[in-house]
């Protein structure tokens, strides 16, 4: 039997809020959000919080790439502000908008007709359309799953192939690093991230900067000039490194008794075992 009790910590909330959101139209997701939001500002008594959407997304068991999308609809509606803007280092800080007068949302009372009738017809519903329904809940989880496995699967190939190009050691992986390679995937807008941050990876490991900061500035400076795919940065990058290394062009840079030649290769050789092209 779970032991429940207000000393052991409770989250102050204005009745009026309640009785206000109990009205307003919010997917399960959205409800699961703002419960943890509520959870971590008003539960220790702060109006807001650093909230990342891996923080997120195990907060509420719900797959990262939802979390995104029902938190950008939250903000668009303006119940859920951004206080401070996420930074290399942070993540954003968020904050639940409790003047639900500025709330962009329609309410139940304010329900057309025909969303009145499409209720009734669901409540009329027969069983064979809930089955139907519950199998498609089912099959929407599968996939969610599939995704988030393959989300994992391509972190895990791209801070191996960080690890062969001599990049990062096994010891500099961290949390924040996975965060990082996640959000570059998710929110830079790449046709293909995986080969746009192998592309970025090889380019360090000639010797331009073998850190993941560096990468990480590079693939920042690809998404504010508009690169999505590796034909983009062809005609597109401003320093050129690409074309260079297209065209041939070398350099010796031995470290670590290995030649730039060699580690190049050893990083050439992993991207194409995970199956990269470019």
Do not use: C
């Amino acid at each position: 039997m779970a032991d429940v009790q207000l000393e052991h910590g409770y989250t102050k909330i204005a009745n009026e809020i309640l009785e206000r959101l109990a009205l307003t139209k919010l997917s399960p997701t959205q409800f699961r959000l703002i419960l943890v939001i509520w959870r971590y500002t008003y539960g220790f008594n702060r109006k807001d919080h650093e909230m990342s959407l891996s923080f997120l997304a195990e907060a509420t068991g719900v797959h990262k790439q939802r979390v995104k999308q029902e938190l950008d609809k939250l903000i668009e509606s303006n119940i859920v502000t951004v206080t401070e803007e996420g930074t290399y280092s942070k993540s954003r800080k968020l904050a639940f908008n409790k003047d639900y007068d500025t709330w962009r949302l329609q309410s139940t009372k304010e329900g057309t007709v025909s969303e009145i009738a499409d209720t009734r017809v669901s409540e009329i519903a027969d069983t064979r359309v809930s089955e139907i329904a519950y199998q498609e809940i089912n099959n929407i989880n599968k996939n969610l799953n599939k995704d988030k496995e393959d989300d994992e699967n391509t972190v895990d190939k791209i801070l191996d192939l960080l690890q062969k190009s001599k990049i990062l050691e096994k010891d500099d992986i961290t949390e924040f690093l996975r965060e990082d390679i996640q959000d570059v995937i998710d929110n830079f807008g790449f046709t293909n991230p995986e080969e746009m941050i192998a592309e970025a990876i090889k380019d360090a490991a000639r010797g331009n900067g073998k850190t993941w900061k560096f990468v990480y500035n590079k693939l920042n400076r690809w998404r504010k000039q508009g690169i999505r795919t590796l034909e983009d940065l062809e005609k597109g990058d401003t320093d050129g490194t690409v074309r260079k290394h297209r065209r041939g062009v070398s350099r010796s840079a031995k470290e670590g008794g290995k030649s730039y030649e060699q580690v190049l290769r050893e990083a050439e050789e992993a991207r194409r075992a995970w199956g990269w092209k470019g």
